[in-house]
């Protein structure tokens, strides 16, 4: 018998066929190489009903909403905030939602944060690793971080494949390899850019176990011996590494988790499915590389899979509450 669905997922993309037309209209057809997914309301809960997922925090995040038109930019993000939204309020147990933002503009972006959070009452947003070679922990995206720490909003973090990758010849889609880079570019360029340091309020969940992270943390530690660099990181990069959270997607298995485990407290880990770009069969064996990872106990996994998320999201926490009270 399949065990009632309990796992948060964090990791959770949205593909309203809107989005999908709105893209290919640009020409773009896939994420990091992957064709963009098929996907409904129905098939997304029927996966989550099989692989053990109670709520899944939806996103769009690679290739994001902005395509080279501001005003096309802007009207895209809404659209899918809204969906997201209405999601939300349909299945209030299964979703909840990341706000996708029109970056790389900043005012529209800030624009749209007000929006999310203070009608739609969005439970964090997603921010791509990278905007046009503009990492996170760039001066232009200061406005934004400084609102989202004003806001101590929970920020997911995805890659994408940065213009300068696409003209690799390399044999295998650019998902594959750029993507683990992308976001431990963003990550390195988020600490000894001080942003870190300065915000102090935010919840950072890093997709794919942080990508390269956590098996090169000591190198990026190095910075550390370089003065301007530790000027703006004066607790050192490991003590920032240790306060970002870390999904599970995609990294499920012993070579990742070993590492990741000798980083962070499993407490900073989340579990992370990556459906729909993951194919179902790779999403339980994720499941089961997690169930597997030996050193993890019983109360570890149930902290990763359901517990550490539900800390992070004030508004899940209370829908699980109230409904252990109504079934009590």
């Excluded at 993507?179 to 919840?203: K, P």
């Excluded at 943390?217 to 910075?223: E, F, H, N």
Aim: charged share 20%.
């Amino acid at each position: 018998m399949t065990a009632a669905p309990h796992r948060i997922d964090t990791h959770h993309h949205l593909m309203p066929s809107f989005y999908v037309d709105a893209a290919a209209r640009h020409g773009i057809t896939t994420a990091g190489d992957i064709p963009l997914p098929r996907w409904t309301v129905e098939s997304a809960l029927a996966l989550m009903d099989r692989s053990g997922i109670a709520t899944g925090v939806g996103s769009i995040a690679a290739p994001g909403v902005h395509f080279g038109d501001r005003a096309e930019a802007r009207a895209l993000a809404r659209r899918c905030n809204e969906f997201a939204a209405r999601l939300v309020a349909d299945h209030p147990q299964r979703f909840g939602s990341f706000a996708v933002l029109p970056l790389p503009d900043v005012e529209l972006a800030l624009e749209e944060v007000a929006y999310a959070f203070d009608t739609l009452h969005a439970d964090g947003v997603v921010l791509l690793a990278s905007y046009d070679e503009h990492y996170l922990g760039d001066p232009r995206f200061e406005p934004l971080f400084a609102e989202l720490d004003r806001r101590k909003a929970v920020v997911f973090v995805h890659p994408t494949i940065p213009v300068s990758s696409h003209a690799l010849k390399l044999a295998m889609p650019g998902a594959m390899i750029e993507f683990v880079f992308d976001t431990t570019r963003a990550v390195a360029n988020l600490i000894y850019s001080g942003t870190l340091e300065r915000y102090r309020n935010l919840s950072i969940i890093l997709a794919h176990a942080g990508g390269t992270v956590p098996f090169v943390s000591w190198r990026i530690a190095q910075g550390d011996r370089i003065p301007a660099l530790l000027e703006k990181a004066p607790r050192g990069a490991v003590a920032y590494l240790e306060r970002l959270y870390y999904d599970t997607a995609m990294s499920a298995n012993r070579h990742a988790l070993a590492s990741l485990h000798e980083l962070v407290d499993p407490s900073h880990i989340v579990f992370g499915s990556d459906t729909p770009f993951l194919p179902e069969p790779l999403i339980q064996e994720s499941e089961r590389g997690l169930a597997a990872y030996a050193p993890f106990d019983a109360a570890t996994r149930a902290g990763i899979e359901r517990d550490n998320a539900l800390a992070l999201f004030p508004r899940l926490r209370e829908r699980a509450q109230s409904q252990t009270k109504v079934t009590a």
